[in-house]
């Protein structure tokens, strides 16, 4: 039983390490965007806010708010694979 623990005690370190690892990438990510695009993404990926909540607040359309998240997912997907995060 000693050694089941460790080898779980290691997969829940190297996931850890993993998670850290992505979220330094996804932070990287986002200071490259340019703020509008960065602030659509953030409402809707970490605040969860709708398409029609976003382009209110921002005052744009929600073809433009669809239109940023379709590239910024396609930008992050492209840097995600670039560091070896995603294959």
């Not at 986002?30 to 659509?40: A, C, H, V």
């Amino acid at each position: 039983t000693q050694g089941y623990s460790s080898a779980a005690s290691d997969v829940y370190k190297r996931q850890q390490i993993e998670r850290k690892e992505l979220a330094a990438s996804i932070n990287r990510f986002l200071e490259g965007l340019d703020r509008e695009s960065r602030i659509i993404f953030m409402r809707r990926y970490w605040y969860m806010d709708g398409i029609g909540a976003i382009a209110g607040r921002l005052a744009v359309s929600e073809s433009k708010v669809k239109s940023s998240l379709y590239r910024s997912r396609g930008k992050l997907r492209m840097h995600l694979e670039r560091e070896g995060l995603l294959s």
